[in-house]
């Protein structure tokens, strides 16, 4: 390993039982990164908004025409709502963070950003020494959604230095482990890739069991509950015949890639933004994965298939083998003492497009 990069879920709880974090449960520790519980604290706003550099967010609530939001109410589809993390932050001098939505919260279509004090960009704690109040900014796009102080929708990762692999260490880890793998479980080397920048493409899945295509309604979904809704609810089935179908602009599409996906215990890796030259549409909303993923208790795995949360901003034909997202590996700190597949996870049996762990499984 590097010596710096993402912190693993033994020096997060290091910062919590120090002080840097307080107001934070072990239940919200994960392998590599902290879960973001709501406050009690929530508004209805006018629009989206982010701080300029120094201000403060509470500060600019009559910039954006909050009014107080109940949470006995489910937040309206359209409608931008700002939300209190809990917790107070104080981060040592070397560490700054970057969050994203959680998994289960990209795959209902959330619309989902992390905003703090005195940070002027999305999702981001840094400056030396950061401190301050955490919020989200959220808004349901397709369908209503009911909220409960205590609920994560945001996880935080937390670095001490850059820690993006290098082509050399790259190659060197598909050759170790793997990172890719074929959809018959085949382990993929450098040659058998495509790279942009820092970065894997990866390309979609497009067969017999496509994906799911939201439906939009009415009907609200309580993310408090596991195991509950049925899909049809919600989403219709995708299957395709012919290698090929067309995405509707401003749909919202869940749908997975070819590649399985291995993230070693000693790396963790993030989905990024798809290059427009690529495509016109957002590949996914939650974006990390943890280490561990893919990988197995002992490394008997041979990767899985990453979901994605697929809205294009035109209409858009896509075949099996397009490309559909990038994928950037980091090295962890350390290894953390207990990774993705060895956890009590939701995710660990995917293998094909997977819906949000509040539907009853489907296929």
Request: with cysteine; aromatic share 10%; hydrophobic share 35%.
């Amino acid at each position: 390993m590097s010596g710096i990069g993402v912190l693993p879920k033994q020096t997060l709880r290091e910062l919590c039982t120090s002080g840097h974090i307080t107001g934070i449960e072990e239940n919200y520790l994960n392998p590599a990164s902290v879960d973001l519980p709501l406050a009690d604290e929530a508004y209805r706003l006018e629009s989206i908004f982010l701080p300029l550099r120094g201000e403060k967010v509470r500060d600019l609530l009559p910039l954006v025409g909050a009014t107080p939001h109940n949470f006995d109410n489910p937040l309206e589809v359209g409608v931008p709502y700002l939300i209190r993390v809990a917790g107070k932050w104080k981060l040592p001098s070397v560490v700054y963070g970057y969050a994203n939505p959680k998994s289960s919260t990209g795959r209902n279509g959330f619309f989902c950003r992390t905003v703090a004090d005195k940070v002027d960009m999305y999702e981001a704690l840094i400056g030396p020494g950061w401190t301050g109040e955490t919020w989200v900014l959220a808004r349901p796009d397709y369908f209503p959604v009911l909220l409960t102080p205590g609920l994560a929708v945001s996880q935080m990762r937390f670095f001490d230095g850059k820690s993006f692999l290098d082509d050399l260490h790259t190659e060197l880890a598909m050759e170790r482990t793997g990172l890719l793998f074929s959809e018959d479980g085949k382990k993929m080397s450098l040659q058998d890739t495509r790279r942009h920048a820092d970065s894997f493409l990866l390309t979609l899945h497009v067969g017999e069991v496509t994906g799911w295509e939201c439906r939009g309604t009415r009907k609200i979904l309580d993310m408090s509950r596991s195991n509950f809704y049925e899909p049809d609810d919600f989403f219709k089935p995708i299957s395709v015949t012919n290698g090929k179908y067309i995405l509707r602009k401003g749909g919202f599409y869940i749908l997975t890639t070819r590649e399985r996906i291995m993230v070693p215990p000693y790396l963790s890796a993030e989905l990024r933004a798809i290059d427009p030259r690529l495509g016109e549409f957002r590949s996914h909303a939650a974006g990390y994965i943890d280490p561990g993923w893919g990988y197995g208790k002992n490394g008997e795995e041979c990767g899985r298939p990453i979901t994605l949360e697929v809205i294009p901003q035109e209409d858009m034909l896509v075949r099996d083998g397009q490309t559909v997202a990038r994928i950037r590996y980091e090295y962890m700190k350390e290894i953390p003492e207990i990774v993705y597949d060895a956890a009590a996870s939701n995710y660990t049996d995917q293998r094909v497009a997977q819906l949000s762990k509040h539907f009853k499984r489907a296929i």
